[in-house]
């Protein structure tokens, strides 16, 4: 048969557990009657966190914006630069070209110069100032001189057939000079001309 219990044994097992129970009320409520604040609290700092992230993302997209341009801008010199590149290519080839036609040039005038050069030098050794100046108005009438040989040019190609009528008159004249040589009394009359000649003068 079991032992009853004393309530004074069991008086502070219950005072301990009433002053729990009311430490965890009290606890409770305080914490109840703090949780407004605190989630007003969480709830600025989660404002806070929200408008930071906004400026983040803000700033990113910012960024984003200004790296787009970027690429823009590197496309356009990519494309610049290629543009420029072919260009230079025309021009390195063009420049090949005309080295290559250079240097054959080269080949063919520069044994003729070196074949030239000594009678350049004793040309500009023996030349002179006058002769200088007589070139220079020789060139100055080239003009008048091309025009005056350009209407004595037919006159010219007609000499073929004049001149063996010149022969001939030559021929003539020749015999009748033979001729008068042989009238008697020939020299006589040429020395009374050559003194009313003479007298004239």
């Not at 430490?23 to 609290?41: E, H, I």
């Not at 080949?107 to 003729?112: A, E, F, R």
């Amino acid at each position: 048969m079991p032992f009853p219990v004393n309530p004074l044994q069991i008086l502070p097992t219950v005072q301990k557990a009433a002053q729990s129970s009311l430490q965890w009320s009290v606890d409770t409520a305080v914490f109840v009657v703090g949780l407004p604040t605190r989630v007003a609290a969480l709830l600025d700092e989660a404002e806070g966190l929200v408008r930071q992230v906004s400026g983040v993302v803000d700033g990113a997209a910012r960024a984003v914006a200004a790296a787009d341009a970027v690429i823009a801008a590197c496309a356009t010199l990519v494309d610049r630069t290629a543009v420029v590149a072919n260009e230079t290519e025309v021009v390195v080839a063009t420049a090949a070209r005309s080295a290559a036609v250079a240097d054959e040039l080269l080949g063919i005038y520069q044994p003729l110069a070196l074949a030239a050069a000594p009678l350049a030098s004793q040309f500009v050794d023996e030349i002179s100032e006058d002769e200088v100046h007589a070139a220079v108005r020789l060139f100055d009438q080239l003009p008048e001189l091309t025009d005056r040989m350009t209407a004595l040019m037919p006159i010219l190609a007609t000499l073929d057939t004049v001149s063996p009528e010149i022969h001939e008159l030559l021929e003539v004249v020749k015999d009748v000079r033979q001729a008068i040589i042989g009238v008697p009394g020939f020299r006589f009359f040429r020395r009374r001309g050559e003194d009313k000649l003479g007298e004239g003068e």
